[in-house]
Every structure is written in C-alpha cells, then in structure tokens.
C-alpha cells in the first residue's frame, strides 16, 4: 500500500529575501514631478514616493494567516525596517496612488493616497500577484494638510477585522503586519478641540489592487483620456483577464452586490461609503469606523461623523453602492456605450435582490426559497426593529429554537440576544411560531447550515477597544487571542464564549465601543 505523502509546505522566507515587482509603477503613467509636497497632479496614475522612517518601530502583531499566503515569515530586524517604512529593498518601487471621489454625496476632488504607500507586488504561494502597502508611512503630494500618520487604535482595526472579514469568507483587502511606530501622532478624537498625544502605527495592507473608483473619477474629470484607458486596460489585463470594457463593468457590478449581501448578512457597516473607498475588485476598502450591528436598526451607523444624514447607514448601503457604481459609470463614459454601463446598473439591482432573498432564507435555514417565505423574512426584520435584539446573536441562536416547542420555549434559547427586557416580545413571539412551522418542513441538516452562515463571533467595537487598550498598556494577549478566535468564526469555540457576548452596557456610550468618529 502506498503512503500519500506528507502535505509539503514551502518554507517561509523573510521580507527581505522575497522578490519584487512593479507592474503599476512600470506600465502606467507616473507623475515626472518628484517633489513630496501636497499639490495637484496631472496626467499621473501615481507618484513615486518613498515613506518616511519612524523612531523606533516594534512589530506589535503579525497575520500569520496572511504570512503562510504570502509565504512569508515573521520578519527578521530588517524585515521590520522595511514594514515601518524605514528601508525600501531592491527592487521596491514605492508609490503613492492618485485618486478623486465624492465624498458624502460631493465631488471633492484629488484626494489620493494621503498617508498609504505601495512598496511593491509580491507573488503569493497559491500565484496571486498581490500588492504590499503601508497605511500611515508619512506624507505624499496627496496628504493635503494631514500629517501622513495612522494612531494605533485605528491600525489596529484595520489590521485585526480585515483579516476577520476573510475568515467570515466576504472579499477584503488584508493586512500582515502592525508596526508600533515609538513616535506620537496628535489627533482631535471627538473635533471637540481637545487634541491629544496619541500612539502610531502602520499596517502594511495586502490586496492584488489598492485601485479604487476614485482613480478613475479623478483621470475622467480632469479629461486624461488616455490616462483612463490605460488604467482601465491595466486592471482588465491584470485582474478582469479576457474581459470587454462592458463586460469589465457588469462583472464588477456583480461583485459589488455580492460584497453588499455579504455585508449585509453580516450586519456589517462600513461607515465610509465614498467613492474613493469603493474598490475596483470588490473588495472591502479602508477600514475607518466601520461596526457591526449590535441591536438590528437599518438606520444605525457606527461613524459619528455621520450621525446627522445618515447616508451610510446598514440599511442604505445597497443603494449607496449602486449610486457609487453610477458615478464610476460617469467616469468610464468615454470608454463605452452608455447601454452597457445602465445595463451594469441594472445588472447590480438583479444581483443584489436575488442574492439577498436567497441570503435571508440561507440565515434562516430555509434550503430552497418558496412563496411566503420573503414575506416570513420581512415580519422578521420588522419585528427585530422593536425590541433591542442583537444581530449577530439572534441568528446564530435561531438554530437552537425547538422546533415543537410553544410560549417561553421558543424564546428562550434567543435570551442571549436581548438588549432589553423580555417582556415586549410579542410580536416576535409570534413569528417564532411561524417559523418553526415553517422548518419542520427542512431537513435535520438545518443548523448545521445556519451554523455556517451565522457567525458565532463578529469583531465587535468593543472588543476592538479592549483590545486596543491592552495594546497601548503594552499587552498584545487580548489581540492575539482574538485574532486567534476570529480565524474560525462559525465554529462553536465553547472556550472562547466570552468574546460572542453582546454589547455590554458599559460599551453602549463609551468612545470607540459601540459608535466612533473618523478620526484616525
Ligand atoms: P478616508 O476618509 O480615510 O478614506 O481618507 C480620505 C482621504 O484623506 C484620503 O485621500 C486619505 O489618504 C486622506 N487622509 C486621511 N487621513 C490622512 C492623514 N492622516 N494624512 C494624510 N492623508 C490622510
Ligand atoms: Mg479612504
């Protein structure tokens, strides 16, 4: 009998030891001027910049998940040199991106890569080209009047749900590496005029494109026509291969719907909808104060800055997506047919519904959709708006609701869920009763099934701070342990309840727990 061989891993090698190319920098149209002031620039996909060197950097976590991919091991000194910016390798060719947006429904113009800087593209073990780029390396031509810099409590947010939000399985940039700086970054946390000393850092991101829809909104307003085709060439070449222009569009409308049904699956908000935090892939872009939904309201955002108009509430997000998608179809009108693109647009609203009915009935264990069971959804989502019920927890626990069983049964498994008291459950009560009539007709892999696509752990903000706060004390345990319980999110993990709580109270108002500013 023959013995299968052993499952051989490539050995992982240091940053400093791996290869490097350039494709954005070589076969796209860079700025000639060179100077590392902010200012417009013309005709230019990107900059040429290099990042400016910190005190004393400290790698303060590290993806293993991210490593293995990239076939990297944790880095030697020189290796963290290079991830805090302080050494550029041979063979690195760091540039800054040019693009506009508009932000909160307003062309604002160039924007660009203000404080994030590319190093290089790496080939990863499974052959993906994938881009390395750090987040708060100091100032570009695009940081307008901001300092370059990232605070360490943002960093870590970014660095920690990106690479939750790929273990959920939703398409995301990633993140490698989070480097303490040793220097102090000042920011006005609440813009009340209270600046504060705050801890630095940078995450080097990882994703086979940074490229976003701003980066062609800015080349399309400025008239750089030919500038446009080029990018709209690269990233057809690169990442939409045997594609048309149109076919290029109606794929990434796809794509965005499915990132939106993700999101809103998972009761994520991202907070900053602008077109510049739109990627081009699909993919979720810029982790800012973004937050999970803790009592389900579709008006609810985590962004502070937004708490007036609300435009990127959860609710909204599909639509802001599609409103996103019709701005970058503005820019590409000179590449082609208006048809095409309105046929893209529709295309997303197709997608989305459809994709959204079946991901409603797949959360509720429901195999297959039939009559009423939109209508089922429906009651549901309304009737979870008028008690304080948590997201993440009322589905995950759904499952355990005893199909024969009537009055307080039915409800009790889903207490775990409740903000408030549990006394106004009327209407939810009845709907239990409905629902349980309704998956008796389902087989007995039904939680199996919703185990598999309601999360048991989300990265809730108040973990985040806690986190955050262990961290600036010097203490990176409770990071790593979540990192370590958010690799497996659907998994039971009884050892690690803790981190499926809701919301304590004491989280409901404190800064960064539930709600926070953009301030980063
Ligand atoms: P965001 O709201 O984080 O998506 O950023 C919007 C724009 O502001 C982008 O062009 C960022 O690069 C830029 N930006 C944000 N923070 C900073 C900073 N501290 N320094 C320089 N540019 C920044
Ligand atoms: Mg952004």
Not at 324 to 342: F, K, M, Q, S
Not at 358 to 370: D, M
Request: contains cysteine; hydrophobic residues 40%; aromatic residues 10%.
């Amino acid at each position: 009998m023959a013995l299968a061989a052993a499952k051989r891993r490539p050995a992982l090698i240091d940053l400093a030891a791996a290869s490097f190319e350039n494709t954005f920098v070589h076969e796209l149209p860079g700025d000639p001027v060179l100077v590392n002031m902010p200012r417009q620039v013309a005709n230019a996909c990107y900059t040429r910049v290099a990042p400016t060197a910190v005190a004393t950097p400290r790698l303060l976590a590290w993806s293993d998940a991210m490593g293995e991919l990239l076939g990297l091991a944790r880095p030697s000194a020189l290796g963290l040199e290079v991830l805090a910016g302080n050494r550029v390798l041979a063979g690195m060719e760091p540039y800054a991106a040019r693009y506009g947006g508009h932000q909160f429904g307003h062309w604002a113009g160039q924007l660009g890569d203000g404080r994030a800087i590319t190093l290089a593209e790496v080939m990863a073990t499974d052959g993906s080209r994938q881009e390395l780029e750090l987040k708060g390396a100091g100032k570009t031509p695009y940081s307008r009047t901001a300092d370059g810099r990232a605070v360490l409590r943002s960093s870590l947010r970014e660095f920690a749900c990106s690479e939750a939000m790929f273990h959920l399985g939703v398409p995301t940039t990633r993140a490698l590496s989070l480097v303490g700086t040793g220097e102090e970054v000042i920011r006005d946390m609440f813009y009340d005029g209270h600046p504060r000393a705050e801890p630095g850092a940078i995450v080097c991101r990882v994703a086979p494109s940074f490229v976003r829809f701003g980066n062609f909104q800015i080349l399309a307003a400025n008239n750089e026509l030919e500038a446009l085709k080029q990018l709209a060439d690269y990233v057809i070449r690169h990442h939409y291969p045997g594609h048309s222009y149109a076919s290029w569009y109606q794929e990434l409308c796809r794509r965005t719907a499915a990132l939106m049904i993700d999101w809103m699956r998972l009761g994520f908000v991202h907070g900053v909808m602008n077109t510049d935090n739109m990627s081009i892939l699909g993919l979720t872009i810029d982790y800012g104060p973004y937050g999970w939904l803790e009592g389900y309201d579709p008006m609810w955002t985590p962004n502070t800055t937004d708490a007036q108009g609300r435009r990127y509430c959860y609710g909204n997000q599909p639509a802001i997506a599609q409103w996103n998608l019709a701005r970058l179809a503005e820019a590409l009108l000179p590449l082609l047919e208006r048809e095409a693109l309105e046929e893209g647009l529709n295309r997303y609203a197709e997608a989305f519904n459809d994709g959204w009915r079946r991901a409603l009935a797949a959360k509720l264990g429901l195999a297959s959709v039939q009559t009423d069971d939109e209508e089922l959804a429906r009651e549901l989502l309304v009737a979870l708006t008028e008690t304080e019920t948590d997201f993440t927890l009322f589905f995950r626990r759904l499952a355990a609701v005893p199909l024969e069983g009537s009055g307080e049964a039915l409800l009790a498994p889903l207490a775990p869920a409740f903000y408030g008291a549990q006394a106004a459950h009327e209407r939810l009560a009845a709907w239990l009763r409905r629902y349980v009539a309704r998956a008796r007709a389902e087989g007995p892999d039904r939680p199996q099934r919703m185990a598999s696509v309601n999360p048991k752990y989300v990265f809730r903000n108040y973990l985040a701070q806690q986190a955050i706060d262990a961290l600036e004390a010097g203490d990176a345990g409770p990071l790593e342990r979540l990192m370590r319980v958010l690799r497996r999110p659907y998994d039971e993990q009884p050892e690690s309840e803790e981190f499926a709580a809701r919301r304590p109270e004491w989280a409901r108002s404190k800064p960064g727990c539930s709600a926070l500013s953009c301030s980063s």
